[in-house]
């Protein structure tokens, strides 16, 4: 039972008023539904929007190609599995998936997670405990940051993507204790890009073991989408590459990329592998095929970056600061968070959907709509949408 005087009665109660009040503003955005979904055109409340929150970076949802392979697991293995990948839930769609991230990554293998925060997590309390020290960038993605806690190893935050502060927390640790760095390539609030020169320099100095997150990065930085090593020019410096299977992969589901004893080694002590079920037949078919199309239309990395380009000259053309994003995560700065939120509801009413992110997710006075452009908008799309912006900015004081 919940008393009335039991600290979970009193959380929920404050939560629920929160969410009530908002509402009865006509300001609470969340958990809208979206009743069809056709590349970035949306029906919500039975209108048609133009989507500026999604992260199907390369507009793969819905491809032909990708929809086929699912139907045809579901077909031959059906819609789920016998449990975990240990025991009876391998299938070769799995070895298959594995076998094509890793040729991706160009590593020598890789494991399958059922979602990305259960890589994040089980991967960081498998490599480090309770006498190690865990090294974290300040913007680091919440199943990092749980990653951190859960392992119990010392879990010291760096300065974001500052390196005198990475440094100076390597150099603190004593000898002898396992060093794990982990960062994000592309901040997922932000949009910029970390400095993996930079960081690679100094975990070889320090000998520390380094951990990438990949989730905005694959698919969508690097001149193939190969992600961040291809984009500064690097091969193999990264000791662990994480990503996801939901966001640029239109599927679900997370990945280590590493060598065969990394690999082998997790597959035998990270526990979200080891207790939790094996990926649905059609989430791995789909996941295998996403990689493919990425390789057979590399048009549509071109055509990405080209509309991020498009978008944050326009953006800052007309004024407004987007921080040091480089990635399709533009953050657009509206100031405290009643204007993040009237600002978004405004664009809401002209059919552009994009969502306000606001404290504690991000600073106070940095409260921003977070717009996500994507290899599905064109170009005249993206103008519209940058007009709508422009409009609700000036009529809330942001412009
Ligand atoms: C979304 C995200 C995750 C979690 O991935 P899921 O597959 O959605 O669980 C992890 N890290 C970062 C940086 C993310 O943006």
């Known amino acids: 039972m919940i008393s009335s005087d039991s600290p979970i009665a009193w959380r929920m109660a404050q939560w629920n008023e929160l969410v009530s009040n908002t509402k009865a503003q006509g300001l609470y955005l969340y958990l809208q539904e979206a009743q069809a979904i056709k590349g970035m055109h949306v029906t919500i409340n039975g209108r048609d929007m133009l989507q500026f929150a999604s992260y199907s970076y390369l507009d793969l949802l819905g491809h032909p190609k990708i929809d086929a392979a ?10 789920g599995t016998h449990g975990v990948r240990i025991l009876a839930g391998t299938i070769p769609l799995h070895n298959e998936l594995e076998k094509t991230i890793a040729d991706f990554k160009g590593t020598e293998d890789a494991m399958v997670f059922s979602s990305g925060f259960a890589t994040n997590m089980a991967t960081i309390a498998a ?6 020290v865990v090294i974290s960038d300040k913007l680091n993605h919440a199943s990092i940051v749980d990653g ?3 392992s119990r190893a010392k879990f010291v935050r760096a300065a974001h993507n500052d390196m005198d502060s990475l440094e100076k927390a390597l150099a603190a640790v004593p000898d002898k204790k396992a060093k794990l ?5 592309v ?6 890009i970390l400095d993996l020169p930079g960081v690679v320099d100094l975990c070889n100095k320090y000998e520390a073991t380094l951990m990438i997150d ?16 291809e984009y500064y020019g690097m091969k193999n410096v990264i000791d662990l590459k994480m990503g996801t299977l939901s966001k640029t992969i239109p599927s679900v589901g997370g990945y280590i990329a590493a060598s065969a004893e990394m690999i082998t080694f997790l597959k035998h002590t990270a526990r979200a592998f080891i207790f939790s079920a094996a990926l649905p037949p059609a989430s791995a078919a789909a996941a295998k095929a996403s990689f493919e199309v990425i390789m057979e239309e590399p048009e549509r990395v071109k055509l990405l970056q080209r509309n991020v380009e498009h978008f944050i000259n326009g953006l800052q053309a007309r004024g407004f600061d987007t921080l040091n994003t480089q990635t399709p995560i533009v953050p657009i700065i509206a100031g405290s968070d009643e204007r993040a939120w009237l600002m978004a509801k ?14 504690p997710a991000v600073p106070k006075n940095l409260a921003r709509l977070r717009a996500n452009v994507t290899a599905g908008h064109t170009i005249e799309e993206i103008d519209r949408a940058m007009n709508v912006f422009e409009s609700a900015a000036k009529q809330v004081g942001v412009l």
């Not at 699912?70 to 819609?79: G, H």
């Not at 760095?181 to 390539?185: E, I, L, T």
């Not at 901040?187 to 910029?192: C, E, I, Q, V, Y």
């Open 70 to 79: 699912a139907r045809a697991a579901i077909d031959q293995f059906s819609s």
């Open 127 to 132: 490599l480090v405990g309770r006498n190690d």
């Open 148 to 150: 951190c806690l859960m």
């Open 181 to 185: 760095v982990v960062a994000d390539a």
């Open 187 to 192: 901040f997922s609030m932000d949009g910029d």
């Open 214 to 229: 990949e989730a905005h990065s694959v698919g969508v930085i690097g001149e193939t989408g190969r992600g961040i090593e």
């Open 346 to 359: 405004l664009s809401q009413e002209q059919d552009i959907f994009v969502l306000p992110v606001v404290s």
